[in-house]
Structures are given as structure tokens and as C-alpha cells.
């Protein structure tokens, strides 16, 4: 608020200040002998002296009305109307007290008060009107911008709301098919599920890192994922076939947390663990047309849409959405009759 004032006044100052400029240059220039106007220096700045003050007082006036804050078309009435009211205002106490001192040139001194009013009137209506488009303009301008900031804050903070409760939701879904897990194994074969808690233990600490940050590198989210299959190849045993085919270059692209451990384990849940001879997932990450392209093919089937998506595949979309825009894409698909195919493409990050 400081700032702005001070911006004021200094608008204010060099706005009257180059009043005078331009009319003593004008006055200067145009005639050859001053001394028929002997009192124009007087006249020029009374003039400015008094529009700085009237102006002050109009603006005072339109905070204290509070004018700036209705609707644009009530705000385009009221600069109307305050313009020339102050304009007159202002035409009056020139002619006035420039009458009572004296200071009219010489051929002018015998008009009628009348005819020297509105002789000045049209002048007086242009700075006024200049001045309160100016104001205006300023103040129109400052406060669609402080309104689109604010604008942009709400939607960061929405997004930022949105991330964190699919991110809530991602950890407990994780944790409770884990524990499925590892509940297989306690009695069958203590000496795994020891094992198990350990894998476990490992992928909570990287799920809980991961909370914190809105996208990490590639190679951080393999880690997790190379955890959890080990941790499910406990429970599958040969039943479940795990190969990566990652080009090295995208290992320090950034993808959203959690993101391929949701993809893996909703490929296992939905796909391998209905197959009765198991089955395969490859995790495939290249660079395609301009793109990092994330692919996990697995052994399955959609059967038929994907339109009633499971909480892996929604969540997938709303966070591509949310952290890139039209930018990223995500589809799933029946590659063949026991194939399917997740793929995301994401703007790659240099």
C-alpha cells in the first residue's frame, strides 16, 4: 500500500509538473513578445497548483465512496459524472480568483465572466478527463491482474489439495494389498514373510519420501517398483515373470510418485492374479517422438472398457492431468487376447 501511494504522488507531481512544461514551451514558442501576458508564469502555476489539489480531493472522494470497487459499468457512470463535476469546479475557481487578481492577459480582461467561464471550460473538462482515465485504467488494470493472481493461487492450491488426496488414498491401498501378501506367507513359510515385512519396511520409507515431492526421478520410482515385485514374487513364485527394458537416459525423467508401483500393482491384481498359470509383466521406458513413454504390458485382459476404472487407473489420470496438462497422455488397452497394455507419455524434462 505504501508503494502504491507513493506511486500516486509521484504521478500527481509529474503529471501537473509536465502541465506546466508544455504550456510554458507552448507560451515560449508561439509568441514573440511575453510582455502583453506579464502574469502567465503566475496564471500557469496557480493553474497546476490548483488541479493537484482538486485532483487529491477526487480521489479522495472516489476511495471514500468506495467507486472502484462497483460493478465496471456503475464505475464508467460515476468517472463521468465525478469528471465534469470537478472539472467545473475547478473552471470556476480559475476564472474566479484569476479575475480577482488580475492576471488576465490584456485582450480578455473585458469579457463577461460568463464567456471566460466557458472559454476554459473545454480545457479544464480535457485535463479532468485525462486525469480520471489515467486513475481509472491504473486501478482497472491493477485489480484484474490481483484478481487473476488470486485467481492462480485458488488453482494451485486446489491442484495441490487434489494431489495430496489421491497421494492419501495411494499409500493405504498399497499397504493393505502388502499385507495381503505377507499374510500368505506367515504360516506357510515364516522364514519369507520375515523376508516380506523387510521388502515391506523398505517401501513404505521410499512410499513416505515420496509424499513429499510432486514428481521424482525415474530411477527413484524403479527402486520402489523392483521392492514391491520382489515382495510379490514371494507370494507368486513362478508364477509371476518380471523383466525391465529401460533405456538409461530416462532414468532421470520425472514422473509423478507412486505412479508405475499403482500401474504394477493394479497389473498384478487385475491381471496376473486371475491367471491360474500366472503370468508376465514388462516395464518398458524410452524416449518416442519428443516424449518419455512409460509402458508396463502384462498378462491379462480388460474385458471389454475400461470405463468403470479401479482406483490404479483413475488415480494415474487425474494426477497426468493435474501435473502436466494436455501434456501427458495415459491409455490402457487389450494388446491381444492375454496382453494388456498400460502407457503413459509425458513431456520429457531436461
Known amino acids: 500500500m505504501k508503494h502504491k501511494n507513493a506511486y500516486y504522488w509521484y504521478c500527481q507531481i509529474g503529471g501537473w509538473g509536465l502541465f506546466i512544461l508544455i504550456y510554458t514551451v ?179 520409507r521410499s512410499s513416505m519420501n515420496a509424499d513429499k515431492e510432486e514428481l521424482v526421478p525415474l530411477d527413484k520410482e524403479l527402486s520402489i517398483v523392483k521392492n514391491y515385485l520382489a515382495l510379490e514374487q514371494i507370494r507368486f513364485e513362478d508364477r509371476l515373470n518380471v523383466s525391465f527394458n529401460i533405456d538409461q537416459g530416462t532414468l532421470c525423467q520425472q514422473v509423478p510418485p507412486m505412479m508405475l508401483q499403482t500401474l504394477v500393482e493394479n497389473a498384478i491384481k487385475h491381471g496376473i492374479s486371475k491367471e491360474m498359470t500366472g503370468g508376465y509383466i514388462k516395464i518398458i521406458s524410452d524416449f518416442k517422438d519428443d516424449h518419455h513413454e512409460l509402458v508396463i504390458r502384462n498378462t491379462g485382459q480388460l474385458n471389454g472398457s475400461s470405463e468403470n476404472e479401479g482406483f490404479g487407473i483413475s488415480s494415474t489420470r487425474n494426477r497426468l492431468h493435474l501435473i502436466f496438462g494436455e501434456a501427458a497422455t495415459f491409455e490402457i488397452r487389450d494388446t491381444d487376447k492375454h496382453e494388456v497394455e498400460a502407457k503413459v507419455t509425458m513431456p520429457v524434462r531436461i
Open 26 to 204: 507552448f507560451f515560449l514558442s508561439a509568441r514573440t513578445d511575453t510582455n502583453d501576458y506579464p502574469y502567465y508564469f503566475n496564471v500557469i502555476f496557480f493553474e497546476a497548483g490548483t488541479g493537484f489539489f482538486v485532483t487529491h480531493f477526487m480521489r479522495y472522494l472516489i476511495r471514500e465512496a468506495k467507486l472502484l470497487s462497483l460493478p465496471i459499468q456503475r464505475q464508467i457512470t460515476w468517472l463521468i459524472i465525478i469528471t465534469l463535476s470537478f472539472s467545473m469546479i475547478y473552471n470556476s475557481l480559475v476564472v474566479v480568483i484569476e479575475q480577482a487578481r488580475g492576471w488576465e492577459p490584456a485582450n480578455y480582461s473585458n469579457a463577461s465572466f460568463t464567456l471566460k467561464w466557458f472559454r476554459t471550460l473545454l480545457g479544464s473538462v480535457s485535463y479532468f478527463t485525462i486525469w480520471s482515465l489515467l486513475y481509472f485504467t491504473y486501478h482497472y488494470v491493477s485489480s484484474t491482474q490481483s484478481q487473476r493472481m488470486n485467481q492462480i493461487r485458488l488453482e494451485t492450491l486446489v491442484k495441490e489439495l487434489e494431489l495430496k488426496t489421491i497421494k492419501a488414498h495411494i499409500n493405504p491401498h498399497f499397504i493393505f494389498n502388502a499385507l495381503n501378501s505377507i499374510r500368505a506367507l506367515v504360516d506357510e513359510n515364516p522364514q519369507r514373510a520375515r523376508t516380506a515385512i523387510t521388502e515391506l519396511s523398505h517401501l513404505l
